[in-house]
């Protein structure tokens, strides 16, 4: 499988990117193609000094442009058609690559990708969804910030493609829960109640409303909620995460034992920043379009664009596409349910 | 001042709500009327042996009913008359007390408030605001459950809301930040980019929108979103904190260096604690209604409880409803914003 990689995108630089692209070759049966600045993919690529049977399995196509990060994302890939994230999704129209990982710009990325390939047949609105660690299995969220306003069909049908992926991590029949202020039915706002009538008549497992304080648990292997909601359970998570650690370490930092109490810790702490970083979960896949495309945080390692990749060929591998397509048309037939 | 305290609510029992009145009675100059069981009230009360200028600056009034936790909160105070919550409130509304404090069901206590004491002038939508720790001052958000789907109208009153109540923290004009999935102008769904026009025009200090990841980090002091949305951030917050210490503690537990590098750091871990804990921000405030109403954590232990209090001292205080009802008024002689 070939997968092409946008490597003009992400904080680190192209070199970074370039450094997963060649862990994936070496663990996986993958090529990547690389887009971005030939010359200066090259120069990056030589530098790394991949052994030939790796080298032979990565190529390099030429894109003139960048989309930055805080470009408006439909402009942005209107005016900027050789950018190296509308070159690689013209790999993928052309059959010339299966998928496309970037770490740049997650509109933008949506965008050319529903641009060049379409949507799958009956979905109404593609999204991205997010894996998120919890105390067992990830669990799956979508929409995570591609669709701020929606219909309940809409949140039905994030149920069915996030249901589809989740099979990354469960073989049972994925268990949805729509994500409420309160686990009774008839809690929610009106779109939440809405969505729940077409979730408890769908063929779906639905176990019904999950509260925030669920995500974590991993009692639920999807949760379905619009964009708007989804973006700040991500970004608030990621924050919380993140002022935590800085405020444990000014506390660590205070005293001396607890600065050598935490060296002999350290092995433990990063067991559990392995446990929760997004660097092992690949990234988030946008669902919908008619292929396979994950956007990687900007902030990604090397480690983070393997997964990453490792992640597009899992859901080729898992026909996650297919199982898509094959809900929304057994919803249409046999509940009735459609735009 | 006398306060109202809920003897009833919480999940710890009447024995460590009322350790809370009586450590708050101890530190400062208020007065604790316990509602609830008179009998099993002042069983509790002997067994924790007040000294006697203590002793005489707590009184109990019997309340024969108890609303609980998964009670309805319109239905529990319609039918539950002489439920302690309602007793505490109507008390309030003889003005036999000047505020009340409840870690019960917050739902039933923000209708009993609304109930017996009425709304303040000009307020459209009571609501319930939480206090959460940053990296600098605490952030205060509203709505974070009592109103889930919501008009721009509400969430600008909120911003005037919360913005008196954070003068407990900020003696500045309140910075007022609008939840949003993106910084950028015409970031949001359709709610948020109405609430943006009215607060863009406002005389409060509005600073745009802030994202998920801007709640813990302190460059904000007020942070304005729908009740659905706050209150799943809130949850997803008090869920990832919980998980992430379980995860950690799971990795401390599996090595015994770890587990003696643990004790030494533990004063460390336990500053950090502190410094995120609930228990020292004393309780969610309910703003809106004509009187002063505090909802404590189900979970409140007794230093909780006593912060809650004094919490409601302070508010009463700094003239908090004082300064609601003058910035409603300004915002619709000078704004012309109103329902």
Redesign the interface.
């Known amino acids: 499988m070939k997968i092409a990689l946008d490597a003009m995108g992400g904080d680190h630089g192209p070199e970074e990117l370039i450094a997963g692209a060649l862990l994936a070759v070496e663990r996986a049966n993958v090529s990547v193609c690389l887009v971005g600045d030939e010359a200066l993919l090259k120069n990056h690529l030589a530098n790394l000094h991949p052994k030939d049977d790796v080298a032979s399995r990565i190529q390099i196509v030429h894109a003139s442009q960048v989309v930055e990060m805080h470009d408006h994302p439909v402009d942005a890939i209107r005016k900027k058609r050789d950018s190296s994230i509308m070159v690689a999704f013209d790999l993928h129209k052309k059959g010339e690559v299966e998928a496309v990982v970037s770490a740049g710009n997650s509109g933008a990325t949506l965008a050319a990708g529903v641009r060049n390939l379409g949507r799958l047949a009956g979905i109404s609105r593609p999204g991205i969804a997010s894996i998120f660690p919890?105390?067992k299995k990830p669990v799956v969220m979508m929409d995570v910030?591609a669709n701020?306003?929606c219909r309940a069909v809409h949140l039905y049908q994030f149920a069915i493609m996030a249901s589809a992926f989740s099979r990354m991590f469960t073989s049972d029949k994925p268990r949805v829960g729509l994500?409420?202020?309160?686990e009774e039915t008839g809690k929610?706002?009106?779109l939440?109640k809405e969505t729940y009538t077409l979730l408890q008549n769908s063929n779906l497992n639905f176990i019904g409303n999950v509260?925030?304080?669920?995500?974590?648990?991993g009692e639920v292997d999807v949760i379905v909620c619009?964009?708007?909601?989804g973006?700040?359970?991500?970004?608030?998570?990621?924050?919380?995460?993140?002022?935590?650690m800085?405020?444990?370490r000014d506390?660590?930092v205070?005293?001396l034992?607890?600065k050598?109490?935490?060296?002999?810790?350290?092995?433990?702490?990063r067991?559990?920043k392995k446990?929760?970083s997004y660097d092992e979960y690949g990234g988030a896949p946008l669902l919908g379009m008619d292929g396979i495309g994950i956007v990687s945080h900007g902030k990604s390692n090397a480690r983070a664009i393997m997964n990453a990749i490792l992640e597009a060929k899992q859901m080729k591998d898992l026909r996650v596409n297919e199982r898509i397509v094959a809900g929304i048309a057994a919803s249409t037939e046999v509940n009735g349910i459609k735009e």
Chains 1, 2 share one sequence.
């Open positions: 919890t105390l910030g701020v306003d994500l409420s202020n309160g929610g706002n009106i939440v509260e925030g304080r669920d995500v974590f648990q619009d964009g708007f909601v973006n700040i359970c991500l970004k608030i998570s990621e924050g919380l995460a993140e002022a935590s800085k405020m444990l506390e660590i205070k005293s034992p607890a050598i109490g935490y060296l002999f810790a350290l092995p433990a702490f067991r559990f446990r929760v």
